[in-house]
């Protein structure tokens, strides 16, 4: 991962509620996050944790019934809190920042054919006209890996797979040579050979174009070989943010360890696929102390009582749980993560000996993980998107 400076996009202690039959829902929770220029970032998190709603956040496109409460969030030198009107967002939403949702028939006319949907964005936003667009749409196309061009052009969407139609929305927002492509679950429809083919190519067009990618999935498993960094959401805040490499093998909020253990990739053969037991908080209630105490069989009294801030693990890595305070009680991770964190060792050890060091120097060196990481190993052969990782 390269070494990032000045972030692109930077929210601060943003806090977004919604009024619903006279209740108001808490949907974000001080949310505060970098975005750095070139990178991949994926946002992980369960149903409801707000994925959707703070990438909203970033062009304005959620419901009526919300609004910012506070923070901010800057880009280009403007604070997109303050925008509200469409003609205040026109420079930003669909031009500097598009959106791929997870289903591309929401974004396709059904009416209009491909080509013509996609000219229009290259005519709105790079100015072409004539053979010059036409052109441009075609090698488009191509770009985004469909071929015969010419012909599908003058197709219209229903004529197109599922994922033969996310990759034409992925080219319409290519047209917009947007700064930053927000991916809101683009492949939770498709089957796992497609996702992995639509993840590639949102890949590919990240590096081409030095794209910031926000990718969003609640599968930590999809994201594990693309992204740069990670945020993991629940209950409407952020409550672990690092490296892919940190978040993965030294992970540190009781959450990210639950949603790594339900990882079928990470579980051994034969034995129940873990899964987190209970529900996430109301938020229509406030949430007292840290939200996923309920559900977390090893939570600390204090968990209950007051929220915990955001502890910093190394300069990358952070994570909002009390178990990082010096005066916590030593709390193990469950055997899966053990497991992790000691196959991420030889990836620290590679990172600081090529200078990178991004693990920082924080991460403890656990006795007990060999005799899991073996049995995992062994048991599941190739523990897929983590083997791969390596
Ligand atoms: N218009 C709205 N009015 C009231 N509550 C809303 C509205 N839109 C979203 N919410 C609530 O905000 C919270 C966060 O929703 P969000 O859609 O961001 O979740 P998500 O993490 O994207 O989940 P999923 O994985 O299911 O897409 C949820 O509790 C949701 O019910
Ligand atoms: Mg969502």
């Known amino acids: 991962m390269k070494k990032h400076t000045e972030p692109l996009l930077s929210v601060r202690d943003l806090n977004f509620k919604f009024t619903l039959r006279g209740q108001v829902l808490h949907a974000l929770r001080d949310i505060s996050l970098d975005v750095y220029p070139g990178e991949s970032l994926a946002i992980v ?14 062009m304005g496109l ?41 289903d591309p028939m929401t974004s396709l006319n059904p009416l209009k054919t491909i080509g013509w949907q996609i000219e229009e964005a290259v005519r709105l ?48 927002a290519m047209a917009c040579r947007p700064e930053i ?10 089957d796992v050979t497609i996702q992995a083919q639509i993840l590639g190519l949102i890949r590919q067009m990240q590096k081409k174009y030095n794209l910031t990618t926000i990718y969003i999935t609640h599968d930590l498993g999809v994201v594990a070989n693309v992204a740069d960094r990670i945020a993991v959401m629940y209950a409407g805040e ?36 873990y899964s987190i037991e209970g529900t996430p ?46 005066r916590a009680p030593k709390v193990d991770p469950p055997e899966h993560i053990l497991a992790l964190r000691e ?7 590679k990172a600081a000996a090529e200078g990178t060091a991004l693990y920082g120097a924080s991460a403890p060196e656990e006795e007990t993980g060999a005799a899991a990481s073996a049995a995992v190993n062994e048991e599941n052969g190739s523990a897929k998107g983590v083997t791969a990782r390596g």
């Open 125 to 172: 936003h790079q100015g072409l006209k004539g053979a010059e667009a036409k052109k441009a749409v075609y090698s488009i196309l191509e770009e985004v890996g469909i071929s015969e061009p010419e012909r599908r052009a003058k197709q219209y969407p229903h004529e197109f797979s599922g994922g033969m139609r996310q990759r034409v929305v992925i080219a319409i």
């Open 45 to 58: 998190g369960e149903s409801g944790s707000g994925k959707s709603v703070f990438v909203k956040c970033l």
């Open 238 to 273: 952020i409550v672990e943010v690092g490296t892919s490499d940190e978040v993965f093998y030294d992970p540190r909020h009781p959450y990210t360890w639950a949603l790594l253990s339900s990882l079928p990739q990470l579980g051994v053969k034969g034995e129940p696929l």
């Open 181 to 190: 492509l927000i991916c809101d679950e683009p492949t939770t429809a498709l």
């Open 343 to 349: 196959r991420g060792k030889d990836l620290v050890a």
């Open 281 to 326: 908080p109301n938020l229509f209630h406030e949430v007292k102390g840290d939200a996923f105490a309920p559900r977390n069989p090893k939570a600390l009294k204090i968990d209950y009582v007051k929220r915990p801030p955001m502890f910093a693990v190394t300069a990358t890595h952070s994570a909002r749980t009390w178990l990082i305070d010096p």
């Open 62 to 102: 959620n419901d009526l019934n919300g609004y910012v409460e506070s923070g901010s969030i800057e880009y280009g030198g403007k604070d997109l809190t303050l925008l509200k009107t469409d003609s205040d967002w026109k420079d930003i939403r669909g031009s500097r920042i598009a959106m791929v949702l997870q």
